[in-house]
């Protein structure tokens, strides 16, 4: 049985802006109020997990236990095949301390370089923790593959260079709401939200 949540405020895990505003539109029509790990000022933990499960896990229980209010954490990143699954758990970092996505995008090209095999893949793991420590997991993904140079200059990370299968717009060109509605984010979210939510307000 799934532990619902029943709070009004929630801590999104996270010092990535992108990350803190594209969650915030999804809660937002649960009557949630959100603040980030950031703005509280609350350190990030080194993510030592082997998986985007764990990883969320880990952000989300030490974000709900420092701020004694429930917390959602996202490890998420760009999966690709034929780089053996990297940049996967790793995506932020391959950006740099300066968090430049535009050299990390460069980073997966190069390495795709005489690869036939372009299909990629976002992968999401969403963890709602408690200050108990207990935790709710849901992951999502979302398949399509990468297209050089990048397209568009909305969403954040490698979406201007992630084409989603059957679609002509990669992540960087989408209206925010389409990519909402069809994003690995988006997919875990409607988990979550099943599992811990209930209807919206």
């Not at 036939?116 to 893949?121: E, I, K, Q, V």
């Not at 793991?125 to 108990?132: C, M």
Request: hydrophobic content about 45%.
């Amino acid at each position: 049985m799934r532990r619902r949540f029943s709070g009004d405020r929630l801590v999104i895990a996270s010092h990535n802006p992108g990350k803190v505003k594209e969650i915030a539109e999804l809660v937002r029509p649960f009557g949630v109020a959100v603040v980030s790990a950031g703005a509280l000022g609350l350190p990030e933990p080194e993510e030592t997990g082997s998986s985007f499960a764990e990883n969320a896990a880990l952000k989300a229980r030490a974000a709900a236990a420092a701020a004694g209010l429930p917390a959602l954490a996202d490890d998420s990143g760009l999966v690709v095949p034929a780089l053996d699954g990297a940049p996967g758990i790793y995506s932020a970092r391959w950006a740099g301390p300066g968090k430049d996505f535009s050299v990390a995008m460069e980073k997966v090209e190069k390495a795709l370089a005489g690869k036939d095999d372009r299909r990629a893949h976002f992968a999401c793991a969403l963890a709602l923790a408690w200050p108990d420590g207990h935790v709710e997991l849901f992951e999502g993904t979302v398949h399509g593959s990468l297209v050089w140079p990048p397209r568009g200059t909305r969403g954040f990370g490698y979406d201007p260079m992630f084409l989603a299968d059957d679609r002509d717009e990669t992540f960087g060109e989408m209206e925010p709401a389409e990519k909402h509605r069809i994003s690995h984010r988006a997919r875990a979210f409607r988990l979550l939200v099943e599992g811990c939510f209930g209807d919206p307000q």
